[in-house]
């Protein structure tokens, strides 16, 4: 299916999808799980499969850690005031 204007079918889906429910990362999901099955020829378990082993492989600690740290340090600011000034 690659070089097929069906690559384009995904990505689609997920944008009409974000737009119409406002949902993006459920929109984003659905796009990636309809790639996969289009990969694996509708296949539930090769669908499965596919996705779980491709996230598996492409996790990169480095980049969860500094999410996480993130997030701490928004948290930290959230609760100590700094963001009053901005509402």
Avoid at 27 to 46: E, H, I, R, T, Y
Avoid at 57 to 72: A, H, T
Wanted: hydrophobic share 60%; no cysteine; aromatic share 12%.
């Amino acid at each position: 299916m690659t070089g097929t204007w069906w690559a384009l079918v995904p990505a689609l889906v997920a944008i009409i999808l974000a737009l119409i429910s406002k949902e993006v990362y459920v929109s984003l999901f659905a796009g990636v799980l309809l790639g996969v099955m289009f990969v694996a020829w509708f296949n539930p378990w090769n669908t499965f499969d596919i996705l779980v082993t491709t996230m598996i492989s492409s996790i990169d600690m480095k980049i969860i850690i500094f999410d996480i740290l993130l997030g701490m340090i928004i948290v930290l600011l959230s609760k100590s005031g700094g963001s009053a000034t901005y509402e």
